[in-house]
């Protein structure tokens, strides 16, 4: 075998290929802050009142950048509502597939519903409650498909809470019932004012489960 000499020219390095980026992560945080700052703007001023010129001034971009991430204001709505429905969903079936006993399982789902609706800068499912009509139907079935896995977990609590005893009913009226009334919290929680979530969490089950039980 031949040796290399310093004469004798070097053998070339292929070049390196750079990864294919799909979407830059500032990218993917801007698109974040677009839904996060659309989701109070929404529920400030409704989505009717909010221009998409008022989304991109609020995170600092030009009036037709949005349009980079979305493709209508119909779109970053859906992308609002979608937001809170997937953090919920993924908190609820973590908690329904636990091995938590029936009451506790139920004040857990209670309470994360709570701090998804109430929290502060959670203005995604109010915003769906308020604007679900403002969607057209093609996006009402995108959104329909996750409420559906939601309220199937919580169908499943009752269930099991029906089996344990502590209610008399697992119906679809009763899980609209609760579920009602937890959302309507929106109208009059005040965060740092009164009762914490936890708190609230705790009467509410004891309201819940000494009133069907």
Known sequence: MS?????SPRPRRAPRKRPLVTISEDEGNRRADLIRVSARLFRE????GTTVRDIADAVGMRSGSPFYHFKSKQDILAAV??????????????????DLPPREKFRALVRSHLETVLAEGHD??????????A???EHQARIIDLKDRYDARWQQALAELKKAGLVKSDSKV????MLGAVNFTIQWYKPGKGLSIDQLADQAVEFFLGGLG
């Not at 509502?81 to 636990?98: F, K, N, P, Y």
């Not at 499912?125 to 679900?132: G, R």
């Open 135 to 137: 969607l057209s139907p």
């Open 81 to 98: 509502m979608e937001e809170g429905l997937v953090a919920g969903l993924q908190d609820t079936e973590r908690i329904a597939a636990s």
């Open 45 to 48: 001023k409704g989505f009717d």
């Open 174 to 177: 009763v899980r609209l019932l």
């Open 3 to 7: 040796k290399h000499t310093p004469s």
């Open 124 to 133: 995604f499912i109010p915003v769906l409650l308020h604007e679900w009509r």
